[in-house]
């Protein structure tokens, strides 16, 4: 994405690209400290700011996969960490297996109505080595928002 492109990608998430900044616009908010937090990706580089921003006994959730994860500091306020994986239910044959579907489902109707808009950051075209380079150079260098798409594939 252009620069202009991650600007207003960030306005449209409430965010203006630095996530240090996070905590302040919190307060500013007169909210008080969240008792819940989603991490969708570099959960790792985060994980301080993640316990500042945390009420005493809040909860973490994420769905990337760090390369290290340092639990500690998440003690002193008695955070808990939850992960999520959407195949864990069929990978493990749950006793909540058909749970499942009825996320689904409500996912559907969501979309359906609007609520629920797709992650779709870019489309780069055609499956071609020029566009693979580009995908992977844009994966590679962390800044990647939303999903990408390749089209063409046989």
Same mark, same amino acid.
Do not use: C, Y
């Given at each position: 994405?252009?620069? $202009?492109?991650? $600007?207003? +990608?960030?306005?449209?998430?409430?965010?203006?690209?630095?996530?240090?900044?996070? $905590?302040?616009? /919190?307060?500013?908010?007169?909210?008080?400290?969240?008792?819940?937090?989603?991490? %969708? *990706? +570099?959960?790792?580089?985060?994980?301080?700011? /993640?316990?500042?921003?945390?009420?005493?006994?809040? &909860? @973490?959730?994420?769905?990337?996969?760090?390369? $290290?994860?340092? /639990?500690?500091?998440?003690?002193?306020?008695?955070?808990?960490? +939850?992960?999520?994986?959407?195949?864990?239910?069929?990978?493990?044959? *749950?006793?909540?297996? &058909?749970?499942?579907?009825?996320?689904?489902?409500?996912?559907? &109707?969501?979309?359906?109505?609007? %609520?629920?808009? %797709? %992650? @779709?950051?870019? +489309? @780069?075209?055609?499956?071609?080595?020029?566009? @693979?380079?580009?995908?992977?150079?844009?994966?590679?260098?962390?800044?990647?928002?939303?999903?990408?798409?390749?089209?063409?594939?046989?």
């Amino acid at each position: 994405m252009e620069t $202009t492109s991650k $600007t207003r +990608h960030a306005a449209r998430a409430g965010g203006n690209g630095s996530p240090s900044s996070t $905590t302040p616009r /919190i307060a500013a908010l007169g909210l008080g400290s969240p008792g819940i937090v989603f991490s %969708t *990706t +570099h959960t790792d580089r985060h994980v301080d700011e /993640i316990v500042k921003l945390l009420a005493p006994q809040g &909860r @973490l959730g994420l769905i990337d996969d760090p390369k $290290t994860f340092d /639990i500690v500091p998440f003690k002193q306020k008695s955070l808990s960490v +939850h992960w999520e994986l959407m195949f864990t239910r069929s990978m493990f044959d *749950t006793v909540d297996l &058909r749970e499942q579907g009825v996320i689904l489902d409500d996912v559907s &109707r969501l979309i359906d109505a609007g %609520t629920l808009r %797709t %992650t @779709l950051g870019e +489309h @780069l075209g055609r499956i071609d080595a020029a566009n @693979l380079k580009q995908a992977h150079a844009l994966l590679e260098s962390g800044r990647a928002r939303g999903k990408l798409v390749l089209e063409g594939f046989r």
